[in-house]
């Protein structure tokens, strides 16, 4: 299983984020838009990817498995709502790897069914930014998650800050997700490369 292009996550909500973390370090960044109309959406999904090509960011989009394959991104993020419609073997087809988002024993279980390039585990802990079924997993479930799925990458999210982000790598995490910690700071860039501190790479 090969390994994630960076230790560190952003999620944003607009592609000239993407143009802003790459130009400062980051390599892996994940589009996240919501309730957009799909004329809007396709325009962001074909701008992010122009921002990714030019700072050599590998783009991950949530949930729109189609659009991804239409626009040739890397990477798609399905959580298990979306693993209902998804049609896998097109997914695979076009080349596209995928990350799936688990909260307990049974979403994993269904999410290894799928052999994922990445399980996603959240939330760590507790987050203000997205309303969750479940409650704050614990940096122990890292460990056991990593025994779980072996070599396969494991991406922690929720509530990870600059300073719990070496918890989680410790904790057997290959890499750390986060929103506000990028999309909320008064010095965007600097975190990218605080968190490249931070997490070794």
Same mark, same amino acid.
């Given at each position: 299983m090969s390994a994630l292009p960076q230790k560190f996550y952003p999620v944003? *909500? *607009?592609?000239?984020?993407?143009?802003?973390? $790459? %130009?400062?370090? %980051?390599r892996f960044i994940q589009l996240r838009v919501k309730e957009l109309p799909e004329v809007e959406l396709r325009a962001q999904v074909r701008l992010a990817r122009a921002y990714a090509t030019e700072h050599g960011v590998?783009?991950?989009?949530?949930?729109?498995?189609?659009?991804?394959?239409?626009? $040739?991104?890397?990477?798609?993020?399905l $959580?298990?709502?979306?693993? *209902?419609t998804a049609d896998m073997a097109a997914i695979r087809k076009g080349g596209l790897r995928v990350g799936i988002s688990t909260h307990c024993h049974e979403e994993l279980e269904r999410a290894l /069914?799928?052999?994922? *390039?990445? #399980? %996603?585990?959240?939330p760590i802990w507790e987050t203000r930014l997205k309303k969750m079924a479940f409650g704050p997993q614990g #940096?122990? &479930?890292l460990r056991e998650w &990593?025994?779980?799925?072996?070599?396969?990458?494991?991406?922690a999210i929720g509530g990870v800050t600059l300073q719990r982000a070496p918890l989680c790598l410790a904790a057997g995490a290959d890499c750390v997700s986060a929103v506000s910690a990028? /999309?909320?700071?008064v010095d965007p860039e600097g975190q990218v490369r605080a968190w490249?501190? %931070? /997490?070794g790479g």
């Open positions: 944003v *909500d *607009d592609a000239r984020w993407v143009s802003r973390l $790459g %130009a400062a370090g %980051a590998c783009l991950v989009l949530n949930d729109f498995w189609q659009i991804a394959l239409e626009e $040739g991104v890397s990477y798609i993020h $959580g298990q709502e979306d693993l *209902d /069914t799928f052999a994922p *390039d990445y #399980v %996603a585990l959240g #940096v122990e &479930k &990593k025994q779980l799925i072996g070599n396969r990458p494991l991406v990028f /999309t909320q700071h490249q501190a %931070a /997490t």
